[in-house]
Structures are given as structure tokens and as C-alpha cells.
């Protein structure tokens, strides 16, 4: 985040360069699953992600709040999102923010939600759905420096309903990257790509050689991440690993940053050894 | 809405027959668009939303506010769309409420989205997007008497991209259909069909004979009332037809609430003299 809280792809790939990292850490916070003491706090959420981006930030580059969690709390859900952001922004210049919302409508009304994350939030980038295709994708892209990071294949069971079904000789996901490669300001574009599918990242690869990939999956989910640095890994990393409830849950004791700092840690370590292989 | 505000599908098909309508009106409130007077209000979102509610309430049988209007003025929009969903449930607890978020997530986390609309903001129903599958939309399905909305053929011209491509010898949004037809409590699914689309309907109806559809598109996307009725209509009516800008900005002046009555009427009497026929 830098002028006018934005960041370019290059600033992106300088830090992962820096940290030697490219983890994303899910920000989804569940009040029935944080430490019990932080429950006493005036907003507990908010309190919850500070200490974990406290603890956290020196290990990745992207941080990455599901606004379903905060929509769930209501008004306070949303102040809550609005003062992590805050907090990123002024504390953490350096981050790569993400607000994992996966929206999309048609075009007035996704030129609002660009206005909600990208203005009134501020976040560097946001999670589009593509169903309803070109026009209501192409308002988000038109925010210079600012990243769309559209579904492609994700990372749940439900992928196979739609997303791996051939359409036209072609599986779905992959028309949807190929199709979202000739909309205006395409540049602007990233992809989220399940870590459980690592054996699906040559062939996406072959179609988007140089976007970057939000990969979610590694850790809760199952997926591994080796097969996908394997497979998905392009000259610029190209790849932001996410993990969420394996870091930010590793312990719901009153040591659940010390904790989310070795979860962190840990899959950081391995990243330092994938880059400098 | 009624126990626990909720509404049953046979509630809202005997709304229909006594008001004389299925029309929904949908409150996508845009500061820029509104009355200049209204904007001294303390809350002017909601100020307008109040004055378009006393004004059409007995023309409309439900109201759909889209939630990218509210998210891009920040907490002071989430805020008025709190105070307009309990100002509908509390004086008008016989309309249908549709938080219109085209929401969905793996499993986990579209249960905090359904907890968000069907509990703490308490609507009827809510739009969900199908591009994640089963698992992203059974955690609404699961919320007994409250509604899901999956897109299936949407009204803007991305709809073309990839909703109409064929997938497995059928186009998408009839995959979309058919498929969803076996998810656990289906009979909770409503599904959105753009009016622009209208030579449509006659497929779709014989995949979904009996279930409801919200159909924007009416009016300021230029699709026609008399030819949805035509090919989409059931026994039960079954059609939801939203109308949002056609009647919120029929007047930016002082009588605006006057204006949109009347643009209310007309497509109310319309549909009078179609459930007459």
C-alpha cells in the first residue's frame, strides 16, 4: 500500500523478495473460535486481528479479511473490518491487502462494490465471482493500480458442479481465464486457484503464464504446497499462498499469537527454501 | 413476514392475489441520484428508502435492496440498510425481503453470509451466485423458511459470456438449474431470470415448473412484462418482477415519492389485468 493506498504487482513482487515469503493469511474471524479472553475486549474482532497482524507481519506479504465473517456481527462486523484495514494501511504500508468478497452484478452496481473496497475501504484488491461475466467484472478493473483477483477453480467439492464441466471443448474455468484475458484492463487481473487442485496448475499456466494466483486450500483444506509452487510457480512467483484457521486458530489459548507466529513461521520457512532453490 | 420473520412461499403467493401485484421494487440508493433535498436528512439513505416505502408499500408485494449500494458508503450505509430492513419487518411484516448480495463461499463460510442476512439483518430471502456449487449454497438452503435466490440467467449482456455457452450438451444456466434440482432442501431455491431474456422462460419452466423466479430487467434494461408472463408464468404465479430505478428516480425533485406511486401503479394495474386474465 502506497500512494493513494495503492500497490503495483512490481511492489508486490519486491516483498515476497524481501520476506522471502509469499504467504496470504485469512483473516476470518469466528467469536466462537478466538480465545475466550479476547471476548472481554470493547471489539473483540478487531482485537483479535491486531494481535494476530501484530504477531504475523513480519512472515507475509497479504493479508486477507472474508467479509462474510464480518457481515455476520453486523455493524460492529463492519466497523471491525474497517479499523483492520485502517490498521493495515497506516501500520503496514508494505501489505497486500485482500477483501475476500466475491462479488460481481451488473455493471452500475459493481462500479458500488468497487467503490466499497477499493475507495471507502481502501484495500489493494477483491475477490470477484465470474458467472455474470465481462461487464460486471470489467468496473472493478477499471481502478488503476488497484487487483481483481477473479474465482477461476476453487478450492471446495463444488468445484466439480460447474467449474470442471467442458464447455465447448474447454473445462469452464479455463474459458473463464481465457475469456477474461481480452476484457479491458485485464492486467489487473489475478485468479483464485485451489491449492487441493495442484495437479490443474501446468494447464492454467499455459493459459495465464504471468498473473498471479490467490491459492487458498494449503492446511485446513488439505492441499499441499509444494505441488503447487511445483506447478504454479512463474519468473515473477506469481502465487499468494493463503492459510487462514491453520494460523490464526493454531491455539485458542491465551498463547494464540505466539502460536499463529510458529504457524506462520513454519510455512515461511518453507517458501525461503522454494524461492532460493 | 411473519414467525420469526419468515415467509413461506404459500404467504407470499396469497400476498400476490390480494394485493394484485408481484411486483418487488428493489432500493439500490444512490446518494448522487437522489432528491438534493433529501441529503440534510441525518441518514438520507434511509430518509429516501422510508418515503419510498410509505409511498409503494400497498403496490409491491417485496423489496430489494442491493447491498453494493449500502457497502460503498461504508458503516453509515450498512447502518441504513439495518434500519430499512427493520422498518419494513416492523410496519410491514406482509412483504417479502430480498437482500439482493449475490453471496457464496465454500460451506463454512456462506453459513456466516446466510447468519448475516437470514439472522442478524433478518430478510426473507437472499441472491447467492452458483459458480462455487452445491457446497456454497446448501448452508443457505439449510435456514428453514427463508429463501435462496440462485442466479441462473442473469440480465446484462455478460450473461452471453458464459451462462449461455453449452456445457455437456446444455447451456450453463440450464445445468445450473437442473443440477441445483438435487441439492438437499432444493424446495427452499428461487432463482433469478432476467427479463431481457424473455423467449427464455418456456425452457426454463419446463426444467423448473413450480418455483419462483425474480426477474429484473423491467423497465430501465428494457425487458417487456407481457412476455415474461407469457412464457413464465405458473399456477402459482411463480414471478417475482423487480423494478429499481424505473421507480426510486421516476422524480429527483420533491415529489419523488409521488412519482415513483404512480410508476408503481401502472406496472401494478399491468399486472393486475395479466393475474385477471
Chains 1, 2 share one sequence.
Not at 465481462?134 to 483477483?149: G, M, Q, R, Y
Not at 492486467?187 to 496448475?201: D, Q
Not at 490464526?248 to 525461503?272: C, H, V
Request: proline share 3%.
Amino acid at each position: 500500500m502506497r500512494l493513494f493506498y495503492a500497490m503495483t504487482t512490481q511492489e508486490l513482487v519486491q516483498q515476497i523478495h524481501e520476506k522471502k515469503s509469499f504467504l496470504c493469511i485469512g483473516l476470518d474471524v469466528d467469536l466462537n473460535k478466538i480465545p475466550p479472553h479476547l471476548l472481554k475486549e470493547e471489539d473483540p474482532i478487531f482485537a483479535f486481528n491486531k494481535a494476530i497482524i501484530d504477531a504475523t507481519h513480519h512472515l507475509c506479504v497479504a493479508y486477507k479479511p472474508n467479509t462474510a465473517f464480518y457481515e455476520a456481527y453486523g455493524l460492529k462486523g463492519w466497523k471491525a473490518l474497517e479499523k483492520t484495514i485502517v490498521y493495515l494501511n497506516e501500520n503496514h504500508p508494505e501489505i497486500f491487502t485482500i477483501a475476500d468478497a466475491k462479488r460481481g452484478d451488473i455493471g452500475n452496481t459493481s462500479t458500488m462494490y468497487a467503490k466499497a473496497f477499493f475507495e471507502d475501504l481502501a484495500f489493494d484488491s477483491v475477490t470477484v465471482a465470474p458467472y455474470m461475466g465481462k461487464d460486471s467484472v470489467e468496473p472493478f478493473l477499471a481502478f488503476e493500480n488497484k487487483h481483481t483477483i477473479m474465482l477461476a477453480l476453487t478450492s471446495n467439492q463444488g468445484a466439480f458442479d460447474f467449474q470442471t464441466k467442458t464447455v465447448e471443448g474447454k473445462q469452464l474455468y479455463k474459458q473463464v481465464l481465457e475469456t477474461s484475458k481480452s476484457w479491458k484492463n485485464s492486467e489487473n487481473l489475478m485468479y483464485v486457484v485451489g491449492a487441493t487442485k495442484a495437479e490443474y496448475f501446468s494447464e492454467i499456466r499455459q493459459i495465464i503464464p504471468n498473473s498471479f494466483l490467490l491459492v487458498p486450500g494449503v492446511g485446513a483444506q488439505g492441499g499441499n504446497l509444494q505441488d503447487v509452487c511445483k506447478y504454479g510457480m512463474n519468473a515473477q512467483v506469481g502465487l499468494l499462498i493463503n492459510s487462514s484457521r491453520g494460523i490464526i486458530y493454531a491455539s485458542t489459548e491465551s498463547d494464540f499469537a505466539q502460536a499463529a507466529t510458529e504457524k506462520a513461521k513454519a510455512l515461511q520457512q518453507q517458501m525461503k527454501l522454494i524461492l532460493e532453490a
